[in-house]
Nanobody, 122 residues
């Protein structure tokens, strides 16, 4: 099972770190992706990291502001968000991919955890 945590309410310009913890090591060799869904909008890809942690990929909207890292010992993936903007407000989800590759389409991800809400006020 996956569990995303770390959401909250912050001001524009603040930073926040989300974590995605897996209860087993079944997914340790697969890529993990982060997605978000704002009210009234479709779920969108934020970024992802491969199983080894050596490769990451980001959506253009967050590139340079968000960083994904992987702690293999803790079986946890982190999403460090800086310079947050009101348009980053959304429910954030982590998901494990079917493969060890980061895809920006949600269909590539078989296992999803409950989301965590991030609210950024101006």
């Amino acid at each position: 099972q996956l569990q995303a945590s770390g959401g909250g309410s912050v001001q524009a310009g603040d930073s926040l770190r989300l974590s995605c913890a897996a209860s087993t090591r079944t997914y340790s060799n697969n890529a993990v992706g982060w997605f978000r869904q704002a009210p009234g909008k479709k779920r969108e890809f934020v970024g992802g990291i491969t199983g080894s942690g050596r490769s990451t990929r980001y959506a253009d909207s967050v590139k340079g502001r968000f960083t994904i890292s992987r702690d293999s010992a803790e079986n946890t993936v982190h999403l460090q968000m800086t310079s947050l903007k009101p348009e980053d407000t959304a429910v954030y989800y982590c998901a494990v991919a079917n493969y060890d590759a980061v895809y920006n389409g949600s269909r590539a991800y078989a296992y999803w955890g409950p989301g965590t809400l991030v609210t950024v006020s101006s």
